[in-house]
């Protein structure tokens, strides 16, 4: 039996799929032209200098 979450994140990534025509550049448009009209602070952490692991975060 499939969780009832798990199948609204399949169903909503496949209706996602469906709509850029199943084309991974056309998301990468789509998600680029939301990102520029959102308010929402971007977080790039691409360039940091010190890298997480769970020696340093603590976990060990």
């Known amino acids: 039996m499939i969780d009832s979450i798990m199948q609204d994140i399949w169903n ?18 789509i998600l680029k032209i939301q990102q520029a009209s959102s308010r929402a602070e971007i977080l790039d952490y691409h360039n940091r200098t010190k890298k997480c692991t769970l020696q340093n975060a ?3």
Do not use: N, R, S
């Open 12 to 29: 909503t990534k496949d209706e996602i799929a469906k709509e850029c025509g199943y084309d991974p550049k056309k998301l990468a448009e």
């Open 58 to 60: 603590g976990v060990f």
